[in-house]
C-alpha cells in the first residue's frame, strides 16, 4: 500500500495545545458503517452496551525529558526505551559533539554516561544512580515528553504532569501517553460500571516509536516500533468470558488494540501475554478480539492513522477526519476522540459514509442504542461555550443528557403525533414535552406510574420535560375557576371535575416521571393592565414556592420557576428574583408567544434573561417559528417547545430554510423536487412534493407522517447549526445567512 494514500492536510490550528477540562467533556466523533454521529466522551455509558468490556491500557507516563550540561553545553535528553537496569535509549540534543564516554550532569548527584552513540541523535546512557534513586531523580527533575506538535515555547507547563497521564495510570513505563485514556475521568468509569460495562486493565509501555512518520514509499516497508507489554492470566480469562456472553471487546486506545491483537491465538481467542509486541497492522488486517475502538485523531502518514482505517475503512476514515475539521474538532494527544465501530475487512474500504438521519435504516431501527438510555447522572447545565449571549450547552438529566440550544417536540398525550420514538429521535431530537393536562385525564397519572412511567409508558428512553398543566387548563378546560389555593375544572373530554393545585401538579409529574418538573402557574391573559398582571405573578410566584416545597429531591430529576409579568420590565424583574429566592434547576420564560408579537417578546427576553442565573438552563415555553428561536437564542435561550412543525405538519404547512410552504397548493403536485432539496430527512431523500401534494389532497395518513417527519428534521438542523456557530463563535454570520435564505422564498415553480 502506498504511504501516500494515508496523507491528509492538517492546519495547525486543529492540534489541541491542551486538553479539554474536565477531560470527559472531549468530543467523540462516532464512526458506524450508517455514518458519523458527534457526541461527547461522556456519553459513552449510553453507547456501549451491558456486559460490553472495556481494556485500558494503565501504563504510566514517565517524566523523561531531562535538561542536562556536559561541560558548559546544554544537551537535552528524552529517553525513549529502558533497555536494562540502568540503561536507556535517548534522544540527545545537539547529539553532534557526544562522544561515548561523556558524562551528562543533570542534577547534582543524577547524570549519566554517554556509553554508545547511534543514527538520528539517538544514545544510549548508562546512569550512575541505583534505580530507585533514579526513579526519585527522574520525578523531580524530569518533564512530560510531549510530543513535539505540542508547543510549550514558555518553557513546560506544570499541568502537563497530570494532563498528560491517566487517572488510573499504574506501571511506570510508557514515554508518551497512551491518548485514548486521558479522557477518562472518575466518575465517567464509575458511571460506566453503573451501566454494566466491564472494564479490564492491561499494560503496554508506549514508545517513541509510536510518533515515527512512516517515510517509505511502501507502508509495508515501514520497520515498525516494537513495544513491551502483558496481559494477565485473570484478565484474559475475564474477557474471554464476556465474549463469550455476547459481550464486545472495546480497546481504549490503539495501545489497547495492537496488545489485544497480539496476544489472540490462531482461532482467535485471547490469551496471557507477557513480551514485545511488534504487530503492524494495515487495511487487509483481519481483526480477532476488538469490536470497537476508542482513539484519538492521529497524523497524516503515521502507523495510527494506517491502524484505524484497517480498522474501520480508509474511505470513513477519510470521511470522519473531514467532518472532524469541518466541525472543528481538537487533533492529536490533547485532542478530542473517535468511537470506531469496525468495519468488514471485505468492504474493501470503499463504501463512503452517509451521514444520515433515516428512520427507514433498517440498522438504526434494528439498533435500541441509537437512542439515548438510561445512565444520566445529577442533573445540571454545563456551558461548554459562548457567543455573545448565545450558549452553546449540554443539560445532563437522570435519563441521559442533551445538547443545547435544544428544541423540544412535543408529545402532548405521550406521542409526538404521527411518528415512532426512534424516528423523532431519528430527526435530532433528544428531549421531548409530554403535556400533564392531557396525561392527567387520560390515561392517568397513576395508571402511566404503575406501568412504569413515562419513559416505558412511551417508549422514549431519553429526557421528558412535562408541563404543569396550567396552561391547558385554562385554555381548554371549562368551568374553571381559580383561586389561591389552586384551579378547580371539569375535564373537556367527559365533564368529570377535577382540582389543580401547585402540590397536585407536582405530583402528577413526580408520578409520570418526568426528568424536568415546571411549576404550576397562573397563565396571564395577554393583554393585561400592570395591576392584573402583577397580580397574576404574585399568584405565581406563591404557587412556585408550595411547588417547591412539595417537589421530591432525586438526582437527575429538576424543578424549574417560570418568570411572568406580561410586558412589564419591572414585574418581570421582580419575578425572577423572587424565583431564584425560591430557588429553582432551571428558569422558564413564559407567558409569552400569546399574541405580543415578535419584537416584543424579543424586547421581554432582552430585558428578563440578565436577571437569571448564568449556570442554570433557561427555557422559552411555547415559541415558536424558526425565526423566533434563532432570535432568543441570540438573546441567551437554552430550550424551546413548539407545536408549530408538527401541528402544521398534520395541516399540509412545511417549513423549510425558504420559508414557509404549503403542500395542498396546487404549483406542487407537478413537482418531482423534495419538499427541500439540502433536507437529508427521508420525507426529503424518498418522495416528491407532487406525492407528498397528493397524499394531503387524499386525505392519506402518510402525508402529515412526512411533513412531520421533515418540520421536525428542519427545526432540529436549525439548533444543530446554532450550536456549531456558538462554537465558532460565528453566530453572527450564521443567522445573516438564516434570514438572507428565508428572505429568497420557495424554490421558483418549474
Ligand atoms: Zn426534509
Redesign the pocket.
Known sequence: MRTDDFDFELPREFIAQHPATPRDSSRLLEVTAEGLNDRVCRDLPSLLSPGDVMVFNDTRVLPTRLTGRRGEATIEVTLHKSIGRRRWRAFARPAKRLKPGDWITFAPEFSAKVAEKRDEGEVVLIFASAPTAFRDALDQHGAMPLPPYIRRDEGPDPRDREDYQTVYAAEDGAVAAPTAGLHFTNELLNRLGDAGIARHRVTLHVGAGTFLPVKTELAEQHPIHTEAGRITAETAEAIERARRAGGRVVAVGTTSLRLLESAADDRGRLRPFEGETGLFILPGYRFKVVDLLITNFHLPRSTLFMLVSAFSGIERMRSAYEHAKAAGYRFYSFGDACLLHRGEPDEAVRRPPRAETAFTSPAQEAAPTAAPSPGGGRFGLEVLAQDGLARRGRVTTAHGSFETPAFMPVGTVGTVKGLQPEQVRATGAEIVLGNTYHLMLRPGADRVARLGGLHRFINWPGPILTDSGGFQVMSLAELRKITDEGVTFQSHIDGSSHELTPERAVEIQDQLDADITMVLDECTPFPASAEEAARSMRRSLAWAERCRAAFRERSGYALFGIVQGSTFEDLRHESAEGLQAIGFDGYAVGGLAVGEGQQTMLGVLETTVPWLPGGKPRYLMGVGRPADIVEAVRRGIDMFDCVLPTRSGRTGQGFTRRGEINMKNARHQDDPRP??PE?P?P??RHYSRAYIHHLFRAGEMLGPILLTT?NL??YQSIMEGLRQAIEREQLDSFVARFHQELAEGDLPEL
Open positions: 419538499i427541500d433536507c430527512c420525507a426529503c421533515h428534521s428542519y
